[in-house]
Each structure stands twice: as C-alpha cells, then as structure tokens.
C-alpha cells in the first residue's frame, strides 16, 4: 500500500510510518517537523516563522511539491491544520488531495472545532483545557484558539474535511467522544504508536533523590499546564530539598529532549488530559513514571483492567501537591510503577501493532 502521511504532532506520523513500513507499505512522510521540536520527515515543508515572507515560502514549496502528492492509496491528514497555512488555503490542498489520491483521512489529533464544541457545549468532560467544570477558562491562548477553532476559518474548514474525508481516527478517548457523536459510522479510536525499538527501558531502583523531569513548551504552558503543575512541584521541592530535585528544560528540540529525560524517575505532563501523550508515553517506554493524565477513561478505551502506572492529578493545586509529596515520601513505589509503564507501553502502544490497526481501518472504508 502506498501511503501519504501530511502533518505532524509531536512525532505521531513518523512514528506511525516506520510501523508502516516494518509491514511492508510504501510511506512518505511530509510535514514542518512540528517546528522547532524538528521531528523526522521525507519531504519538508518547513515555515520557521509566521512571518509573510516565511508564509510565501513555505506555500510555493507546498506548490512545489503538490504533483508528489497524488497516486497514493491512503492519504492521511495529522488535523485540519495539516500545513502551516491559513486555513482558506489549506482547503484548496486538502480537495487536491481528494480528487487525485484514494482515500483520504482526517487524524483528531488535536484541538480542532470538534473538540472545543465538546468542552464548550457539553458536559462530556469533567473538566479540559478550556473548562474546569462549568468555569470557563479564560486565558489569553484560549481566547485566540476559541476564536479560530470554534467560530472562525478553522472550525469551518474542520467540518468541511470531516463531513467528506473517508474516515477519521482518534489517538485519545477525549477525541474519540467529541468526534463520534457526529460521525459514529466513520470515527475510530487507535491508540498512539510508540517505535521502541532506539528506547533502552530501564526500571528505575528506589532513588535516594527523586529527579523530576518538566519539559516546557513556552508558547503553550498553560495549555500543558505547567504554568501550574511547575510551581507546585518547586514548592515541594523547597520543602524536601534532600529527596527530590526538578530537570526543567524549555523548547528544546525533539532528539535532545529524549537525551536530557534519560536520568529521570518522574514526568510531569498534560495537567488537563485523560491520557498520556506522546512525550508521556516515550517516557513511560523509558522506565519513567509519568505524573499527568490518567483517567479511568484511559484505561477503558484500551481495555486494560490491572495496569495503572500513571499518577493521575486533577487541575487542582492541593491535589497535585498531595500526589506529589506522596510520590516523594514513598519513593518505594517507583520500581513498581516504572515497571508498570514500561508493559503499559508495550502491551498497547507498539507502533507496528498500532500500524497494523490503521491498515483494518483504512482497508474497511
């Protein structure tokens, strides 16, 4: 099978495709790297900036490439925001890709319309980047996202690709339920793919001093939510300087951030997810226990009844500080649950398994 891979978050799509590949499909990869986390890919289709000279640049090398981008059975998009283009130019792509390839799917990857309808209209959600319960959350990134995702070019754009495309494919349960009420015949959930095969999993002894790893993405803290998990964690890091220390690092690109997480126990990430992400599950392969989104939601969607190595917090500053003092006072716990997140990731996660899972689904449509 012949395969097109557009777009990337957080490593997802190169991931995918070296599964893809160990099955024997012909896979190409093209995307902007996600910028400067500079992920693999085959063809790039760089933007360094939102500069207009960077926006020329990068829509004639998009044009450029266009003629590469045809005669493909499987066409798969990472979002609606699959190019770094506004999303009236990004449509044009996107019929291109229709009318000159088979089938087409949209990945729910992401914050898109779908997802920020469910936050914002239901109740599906105990609480998400956009709500903690019925409270609004009303930051400056959410108020440029609400604008664009929900009510602007975006969300128009996603509900054309996702009313026509031949599929879509969830990676998490909070995806899942936004998609498929509107498209239960066509949504599916497939779990994250994770190529471990360059990972060396250690499961981590009891330390004496538990190292915390933090990885900052500036642009989007309170989005992750480090903007709040980080503070809490220093506190008490001030308070038991002798057990604990924080591995803090800022928008650093992708093959270093795997480098500096190695002589970590712990990971913080994603306050406001049910499930862990792909840096949350590169750790984990690793031997880390990763403290973040780990809803029973989570375990549900995969099917599995014993596992449970992630620390779940609520976004609640006296919650996850308890978890926290908790984890450094009973240090004892960590060989168990970086054993635990090793399996979890190998049991679920393996990106050919995964791989094989996106072929069923694209071969059924």
């Not at 990676?171 to 498209?183: A, D, G, Q």
Request: glycine content about 6%; some cysteine.
């Amino acid at each position: 099978m012949k395969i097109l891979l557009l777009g990337e978050f957080s490593g997802l799509h190169w991931n995918l495709a070296e599964g893809l590949r160990a099955l024997g499909c012909h896979v190409t990869v093209a995307s902007d790297g996600c910028g400067w986390r500079n992920y693999p890919r085959d063809i790039a289709l760089d933007r360094p900036t939102d500069s207009l000279r960077h926006g020329i640049a990068c829509l004639l090398s998009i044009l450029r490439h266009l003629p590469e981008f045809r005669g493909y059975d499987v066409v798969q998009l990472i979002s609606p925001y699959f190019l770094r283009l506004r999303s009236e130019r990004t449509l044009p792509v996107y019929r291109y890709l229709k009318r000159h390839n088979g089938k087409v799917f949209l990945g729910a990857f992401g914050t898109d319309y779908y997802y920020a309808r469910a936050c914002m209209e239901t109740d599906t959600f105990r609480y998400s980047d956009f709500k903690i319960g019925d409270r609004y959350r009303d930051t400056p990134f959410n108020r440029v996202t609400l604008q664009d995702w929900y009510h602007g070019a975006s969300a128009r754009a996603t509900r054309a690709i996702a009313q026509t495309c031949d599929g879509i494919i969830a990676c998490l349960w909070e995806y899942y339920v936004s998609y498929r009420p509107h498209f239960p015949r066509k949504t599916v959930f497939i779990p994250l793919p994770i190529d471990r095969r360059e990972i060396v999993p250690r499961v981590r002894a009891v330390p004496q001093v538990l190292n915390f790893f933090v990885g900052v993405q500036t642009a989007r803290s309170n989005l992750k939510g480090t903007d709040i998990m980080l503070p809490v964690l220093r506190q008490v890091q001030r308070r038991y300087p002798n057990l604990c220390r924080i591995t803090e690092v800022h928008d650093v690109p992708y093959d270093r951030y795997r480098q500096l997480m190695d002589d970590a126990d712990v990971q913080l990430d994603q306050l406001y997810s049910y499930t862990p992400s792909m840096n949350s599950l590169l750790a984990m392969a690793k031997g880390l226990t990763v403290v973040g989104g780990g809803e029973p939601e989570n375990y549900d969607i995969i099917n599995e009844p014993r596992l449970r190595p992630i620390i779940n917090v609520l976004p609640d500053r006296q919650d996850i500080y308890r978890k926290l003092e908790d984890l450094v006072l009973h240090r004892e716990r960590i060989p168990e649950l970086s054993a635990q997140s090793i399996e979890y990731v190998a049991r679920h996660h393996d990106h050919i398994e995964v791989a094989r899972r996106y072929l069923d689904f694209w071969s059924r449509r």
